[in-house]
Structures are given as C-alpha cells and as structure tokens.
C-alpha cells in the first residue's frame, strides 16, 4: 500500500486556505519534537507498506474466532515486522499506530504491556535475567491476571491464593470458591501461555496480602492447558471482541519459590517474609499502565475529533437564513460547542499526559534508591487523570459520533470502534469512581496536613490553608486558574467540614467518608481538572518564546477555551465560594461563544496537524479528501448480504411467512 494523497473537495480546499499556522510545528509539538514526529512517520511508513496489516473485510463480517485469529494474524505481524526494522514495540505503542492497528483488541496488547511491565518492575536481577529475554523475544507469551469473578476493585479481596510449602520450596496456587475464579484478563483465554497472577500470599497459615506470580498456564510446544489449570475465553463484550479476555482456575497447581516477583518483598526458602520498602509497591505495574492510558485517551478522543470536525466541514444541512445555500454543519454555534472544547481537552490531554510522565519518571528513578515519598502523589496524579482522562475521551467521542448524525453511527465511521475500546477505559486498571476517592482521600489527608503546618507536595500546594492571594487580574488566564483553584480550595475546606461534623455526632469514620462520598468525587475530578488548566497554560507560556506567533496564538486559544469551558461547568461552586460574580460568568460565556467562533475558522487545518493518516483513522467520514459519500457507498457494497439479490432468509422465512393463511 503506497501513500497517495487524494485531492481533497472544495469544502476542504476552503478550510485548509484559511489556516494562518505552521501545521508541520504544531504537529512536533504533538509530538513532543521534530525527531518524533519523523521517528513516528518512519515507522508509519514502514506499517503501510506491509499491506498484511490491513483488513480487507471488516472484523464485523467475521465470526468470533476468525475475528481472533485474524487480529492475532495481524499482532504477530506487527511484532515481526517492527523487528525487522529496527523498532521495538513500544516504538509502535506511544506513536498510537501499532494500537490504531489492532484496536479491536490486540491479543498481544497485555503481553507488551503490563506483562512486560512486571517483569520489568517487580523482578529481582535473577528473574529479569531469566524472564525478559524470553518476553521480549516472545518465547513466553503472557497477561496480567489480577481481576477475579468477585473482586476487581478490592485487590486486598481477591481469593486466589498462594502458599508456600517449605517442604518442596514450592507455592500452591488455589481457586478456593467460584469468585476466586481469575476473570478479564486481556489475551487470557487463549493467547497467552504465561500470566503474572495477583494471589493472597500464606506462609506458616498467615496471610501476608496480595503478590505477584509468574505462572506458565500452557504447555511451550503444544499449547495444551497445564494440570491443575483451567482457563478458557469469557465471552462477547461490548466492545473488542478480537481480544481473548479470559478466566482462569488453579486447583493446588504447584510453582517453584522462585516465581514469586521478589523486587519488592521475599519470601526466604525456610518461609520467611521479608517486608517491601512501601506496601503498595506490588500495585506498580496498574500505575504504570494508567500513566499510558491518559496518552492512549487522548490519542483515541483526537482521532474522534479529526473525523468528526473534517465531516462537520464537509456536511451540509438546513438553511442557516432562509434561502441561501446550506451551510457546512460546522457553522452552526451548537455544532462549535459541541465539538471544539472537546479540541481543546485533547491539548490539555496530552500536554497533561507528558507532564505525568515526567512524574512518574522522576518517581522511579527515586524508587530505585528507596525514595518513597513521592509515590502517594503519583498514585493521586495517575489515578486522577487517568480517570479524567477516559471520562473525557469517553464523552468526548459519543459527542463526535453524535455530532456526524446518522453516519456517525455506521461501523464504517470508525466511531462505534472508538468508543467501545475508549470506554472501556472507565472501567479497567482502577474503576474511575474507585480512583477518583483515592484522590480525595489524599486531598482531605494534604488539606489536614497543612492545617497543622506541614509544607504540601506540588500538585495540592494550592490547597494550603493561607494561600497567597492571586495578583492576576480574573479574567486573565492565570486568573481564571486561580479562581478554579480557589474553588476546589473551598470544595475539600467543605468536604473536610461535613466530614468533621459527621464524625462529631457520633458516625464512623468510614460510614462519614460514605456519607461524603459523592461530594469528594467531585472535589477529586475538581482538583484533577484544576491540575491540568495549570498544567495547559504553563506548556502555552513556556511555548511561548520558542514556537511562530500562529500557532502560539492557536494554542493560546485553545487554552483559553479550555479555562472558560471549565469556569462555566464549575459555575455554581465559584459563585458559591465568591471566587467569581454573575457579570464576570456573563462576560466568560460571551466570549466562549465568540471563541468558537474565532476556533472554528482553522479548526480543520487543527486537526490537520494531528496528523493521522486515513489507514490508521479507518473511517468513512473522516479521510483527508472528505469524500465522504462514495466512500460510505463503496463500504456498504461489502456487506455479505450484498452478495446476492435474494437471500437465504427470504426462502426460509419471509416466504413461508407471506404464504402462510394468518
Ligand atoms: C487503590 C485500591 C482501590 C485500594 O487498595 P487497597 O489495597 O484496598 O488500599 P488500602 O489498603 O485501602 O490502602 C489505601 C492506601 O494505599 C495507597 N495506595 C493505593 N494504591 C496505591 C498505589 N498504587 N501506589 C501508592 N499508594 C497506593 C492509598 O493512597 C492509601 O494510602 P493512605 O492510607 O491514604 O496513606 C486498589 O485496590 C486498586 O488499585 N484497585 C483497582 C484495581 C485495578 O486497577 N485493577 C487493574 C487490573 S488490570 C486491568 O484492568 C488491565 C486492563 C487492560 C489494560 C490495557 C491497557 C491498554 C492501554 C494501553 C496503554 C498504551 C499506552 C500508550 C502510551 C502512548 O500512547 O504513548
Ligand atoms: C475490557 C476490560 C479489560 C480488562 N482487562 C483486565 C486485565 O487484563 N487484567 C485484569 O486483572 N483485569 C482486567 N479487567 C478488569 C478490571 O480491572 C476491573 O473490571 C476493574 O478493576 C473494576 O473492577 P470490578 O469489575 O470488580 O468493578 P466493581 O468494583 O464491582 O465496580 C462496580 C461498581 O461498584 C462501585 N464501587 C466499587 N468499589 C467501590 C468503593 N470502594 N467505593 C465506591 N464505589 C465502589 C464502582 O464505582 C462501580 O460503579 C478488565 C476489564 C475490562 C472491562
């Protein structure tokens, strides 16, 4: 497959005439720099030219196990082909194409993810020595297998377990009840001979919590289930039915001592327990995988974006004034508000996305010489816009589809796949809900601190119980993102309240923590978002001095129209807390409208500079011609039902109905 590319409509010609900025830059800076952006169309290259990679019959058409087999056809392929080629998998993951690829689940995705991650993570040097290179190489094929039948949320709930026998120097693996029963784990069921199991540790008959294991689940030449062993597929889910999501079954399966993940804690060969540096550092593979999924969200809402906003520039319908010609649906303002601040939650996505990275970068490094300090900020920071982040890309591509209409919801418009992978997001690594309450735990714990004097960690710094008063005039950037500040502020200074006057009329703790529970998900989602205005305006201004005045002024824009979005959603709670008045929101609103307005004009050429190639959006709508109407045709012509006139269903149902005397 070459890369041609098409001559794009009228519409289109139009819109991309009237960009006033340098796309090539804003696509570095996307990217995090010219050099990525070539590595990135390297390898882009390089996939479109293995035409093997690409369906030629949507998986839609397929039965459940073609779908598999075809999905995993096409993992293995891009494994060996980025071998080939000098790049490692990874290399294709934090580009987005190997994942835009196989999205409709990748039956590999969890072994170079969080199966690798563990190892990586959790393994002494002996056991990297041993496992890594058989992984990498893919001698060994794995998943995380954590989630049980009755337990996701509650790690220190899962049933299976693991006891030691010094006798032997081995573990017994047990599936006591039916919710013991391992469920979800991705490439599970089929696919993987290996999996890091999460299993309630016994030594002596006492428990010592959840850690982690390297079990081989098959045999290496036969692929036979193991004795002792019971895993097979879960069924069709909602979405990313070409993924094995499995279950799992030990009944006393026996593996050596040596495969229990012994980075963090050990177990001695006579059954003595050694305690970790942290107790949470065994759950360091979900925080790694949900720094990686603030990028996979918001590489999956901008490729909702990109289709929708390039099919609002082609569509046209109604008359805007009575008479004239139909208008491109973009013109309309509700189409604007619709779809631009969700443009511009992806930049505060990804520019939120690196600055979490560099967090969790900064954490490890720390880890590896025992510093422990900074893991309860990384845990709230991950866990916070991991959350935000699949909300929005969530809500953020239904809106997309919504907003292409009809169309929007043919499979061909790529729209449905997106989303159901997306929301799925909501759910794995860490229940959002779940995630959120983590935050606010460390945002009442931050706000009692710092009532009792103690200096706070960076991102809740804002909280503290005096802070200085903003100098920034209100309706300036950096005064708006005070006022928001200001406004959580007050939300955990309430929470915290409600809270104390629970507990002091006799509640519980916990049954207080219930009580408020609804609004310290709100003041965890508050802060999170409140963090990443913080985090947008900071990437705008240090841009500034080194970025062309055109797209500086883009991004400021969308900056802008980021902050003002917020400021309106958050209306109530900074009216309540006086942090902004009734004129100032009247004068917010008036100028998000004329925003969009102003957005509207190169919000193509925006999306432009994504830069995602048509093979990897795989939607009618959305290609760089807009040919939208010959291509929505020519997909449907490859219905199987198309195949012929008259179809079976006819003679055997619709006849015999027709015939029948009712
Ligand atoms: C956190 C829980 C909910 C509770 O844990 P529990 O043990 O009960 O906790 P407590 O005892 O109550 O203690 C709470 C204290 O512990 C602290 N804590 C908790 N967790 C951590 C942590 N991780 N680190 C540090 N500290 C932690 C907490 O702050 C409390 O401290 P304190 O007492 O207040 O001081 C826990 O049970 C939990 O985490 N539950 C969620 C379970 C979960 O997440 N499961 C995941 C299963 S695996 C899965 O779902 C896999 C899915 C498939 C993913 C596929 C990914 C595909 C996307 C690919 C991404 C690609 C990257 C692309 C990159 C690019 O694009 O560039
Ligand atoms: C597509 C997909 C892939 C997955 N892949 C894997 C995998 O590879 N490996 C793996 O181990 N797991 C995997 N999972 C499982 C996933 O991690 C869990 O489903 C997730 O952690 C949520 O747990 P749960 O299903 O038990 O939900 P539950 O915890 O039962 O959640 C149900 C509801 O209860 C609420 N709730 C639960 N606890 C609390 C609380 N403390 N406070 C308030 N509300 C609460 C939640 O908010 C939610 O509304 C996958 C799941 C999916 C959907």
Redo the contacts with the bound molecule.
Sequence with gaps: MSVVVPECCDDLKRERGRCLFNKEELTNILDGGPKLTEKRRRIEKMLINTPELFDDVSPDYLSHEDRYSNELRKATQLMTTLEKNGFTYNDAVTTGTGLWLLMD?NPLS?HIS?FLDTIKGQSNPQQLQEWLPLAEKFKIIG??????L?????VRGLETTATYDSTTKEFVLHSPTITAT???????GKTSNHAVV?AQLYLGGKCYGPHIFMVQLRDLETHRTLPGIVVGEIGP????NS?D?GFLQFNHHRIPLTNMFMKHSQVTEDGKYVKPLHSKLSYGTMVQTRVGIVYHASRELSRALIIAIRYSAVRHQSEMVPGDPEPQILDYQTQQYKLLPHLASFFALRFSARALLEVFIGTSAGLGSGKMNMLPELHALSSGLKAVATNDAVKGTDICRLACGGHGYLSSSNLPRIYTAIA?GI????????LF?QVARYLIKSFRASSQGQTLPFSVSYLRVQPPSSHAPLMSDRGLVDALGAGVRWMVGEAERRLQQLVDSGHSPHAAW?AC?VHLVQCADAHTRYYICEQFVDAVSKLGETVSSGVHEVLRQLCRLYILHRVIQTAGILLRCGAVDGKALTSIEEEECHLLATLRIQAVSIVDAIDIKDVFLKSTLGAWDGNVYQRIYEEAQKSPLNKSDVTQGYYQYLRPLMKANL
């Design positions: 689940g969890l969080m998943t995380y297998a954590q989630t049980e009755g337990h996701g949320t509650f391992k469920w979800w784990p991705g490439a599970l999460m889910r909602l979405g990313m993924n999501n799925a759910t794995y690594e860490g229940e959002n809900t779940v309450l219930n529970s």
